[in-house]
């Protein structure tokens, strides 16, 4: 009994490092959230709000918010620069039940069915190139697949699967050298958009003048076209994740949030204004994939080609960032007793929550092959817009509750900015809910499973402390 309780003070004393440095930093907040939206989600847009002109509204109008939500987290951040960064946030705001149910929800559904959704998306992609990547191999004829269809597996699934298993490999052997890819990857990446971006800006020829809207605008349309760019700016608060692996947190987490999210904006525009340079309204809307048809119409199929490595390029950091932050989620509950206990383990040699990556990533694979995964993700939209508002309401509520807390970083424009942020995040809520009721109760009830092994875990740390 007494070699047990050594073997756990050492593990307990054995940290993560402070070894991503502001470059890792903001190129995890760019590199996470410029993933494939930009390349799709001006379709859904136009085909929502009707003309250009509002679509560039909502990119402004989703941009403040999540920049908003940036200021407002940075706040947070400087002052808990802990792992987790919601997880720690929720739990010091409202106690540890919420820090758990975000960090379950993280695990079994939200990022991990986010990983599983960009390494889909990297093999449709690469099969522009290899079409066989898309031909089923096996597949078993019972309602288990997407819209109560039979269950498929592709060869790409497989590829995407070991995509996921080599980046988890990667970041298993240090958080320094997940931050070293994530920064030549992400760079490479906005090269690549600034080079599409000149080239449709420079390159390309204006489409003729339209004055009528395509589309009928409407209120509901325009919260949907708002959910589909608020989708291409997920990830900003990636970052915070791992606040307890930055240098000098109380500079460089702020200084990440806000300008990584203000260069996102500002590459959103700029993409969408070539978009709209090169391609009519109907254009756009009928382009499945939008930037390989304006590049299309520039430099014909090799120019289609170029965005289809760009969008695999973009995936693959989103993908990098997505692993190396969201296992800092579940390690952190884990650390403080409300996980499993090895999912809490740092490696003595790597100092990495080794263990927390690898079940994220193989449950994530493992969602590669469900064919479910985009609908659990929609499942639990709604409930993660609950944690956003709730996470930034914590600035307010940590104010009140805890103001002798050091805050090296007070948020900018307080209280309004995220008094702003929890408004929209409602208007949001109650509109997903009165849109989609099925998937929204769906959501919480995935949420609502966990409620169990909290209560678990909870008298667990509750008898550790009695006997301590």
Do not use: C
Not at 306 to 312: D, G, K, L, P, Y
Not at 314 to 338: E, H, T
Request: proline residues 6%; without cysteine.
């Amino acid at each position: 009994m007494k070699e047990k309780e050594t073997h756990v003070e050492q593990s307990a004393r054995i940290e993560l490092k402070r070894d991503l440095g502001p470059w890792a930093a903001a190129a995890i907040v760019v590199g996470t959230v410029i993933g494939s939206g930009i390349f799709l989600v001006p379709r859904t847009m136009i085909q929502r709000v009707g003309s250009p002109e509002l679509v560039f509204v909502v990119w402004v109008f989703g941009g403040l918010l999540s920049l908003a939500g940036a200021l407002s987290y940075a706040e947070l951040a400087a002052a808990l620069p802990e792992a987790g960064g919601e997880y720690a946030y929720l739990r010091e705001a409202y106690g540890p039940m919420w820090g758990f149910l975000y960090s379950w929800t993280q695990m079994w559904v939200a990022k991990s069915g986010s990983i599983a959704t960009l390494a889909t998306g990297f093999f449709y992609y690469l099969t522009n190139f290899f079409p066989k990547l898309d031909g089923v191999f096996y597949t078993i004829p019972l309602p288990l697949g997407p819209h109560g269809g039979p269950l498929e597996f592709r060869y790409g699934q497989l590829l995407a699967m070991a995509l996921i298993l080599a980046l988890a490999w990667l970041n298993y052997f240090g958080v320094k050298i997940g931050g070293d890819v994530q920064v030549a990857v992400t760079v490479l990446k906005v090269a690549l958009i600034a080079a599409i971006i000149v080239a449709g800006l420079g390159l390309g020829h204006p489409h003729a003048v339209v004055t009528e809207p395509s589309f009928p605008f409407t209120t509901a349309g325009f919260f949907a076209a708002l959910v589909a760019a608020l989708w291409a700016y997920d990830g900003w608060n990636n970052v915070s994740m791992v606040a307890s692996e930055v240098r000098d947190p109380q500079r460089n987490l702020p200084r990440a949030l806000i300008w990584g999210t203000i260069a996102v904006i500002a590459i959103y525009i700029l993409a969408n204004a070539a978009y709209f340079y090169v391609l009519t309204p109907v254009q756009v809307a009928d382009s499945p994939r939008v930037a390989a048809e304006m590049m299309r119409r520039i430099f014909a199929e090799p120019g289609a080609s170029a965005v289809s490595i760009a969008a695999m390029i973009s995936i693959f950091a989103a993908l990098n960032g997505s692993i190396l932050s969201g296992s800092r989620v579940p390690y952190a509950a884990a650390r403080d007793g409300y996980f499993f206990g090895p999912i809490g383990r740092v490696h003595p040699d790597h100092h990495t929550p080794g263990v927390s990556i690898l079940a994220l990533s193989v449950w994530a694979a493992l969602l590669v092959l469900s064919g479910r995964y985009e609908q659990l993700f929609t499942y639990v939209i709604f409930a993660s817009w609950i944690i956003y508002g709730m996470t930034t309401a914590a600035v307010l509520v940590l104010r009140k509750k805890n103001p002798n807390l050091e805050r090296p970083y007070r948020t900018l424009g307080y209280p309004a900015v995220p008094v702003l942020f929890v408004l929209v995040a409602l208007v949001l809520v109650i509109e997903t809910l009165r849109d989609s009721p099925r998937e929204s109760f769906m959501g919480i009830g995935l949420i609502v499973l966990g409620l169990p092994f909290y209560f678990y875990w909870k008298s667990r740390v509750e008898r550790e402390r009695v006997r301590l």
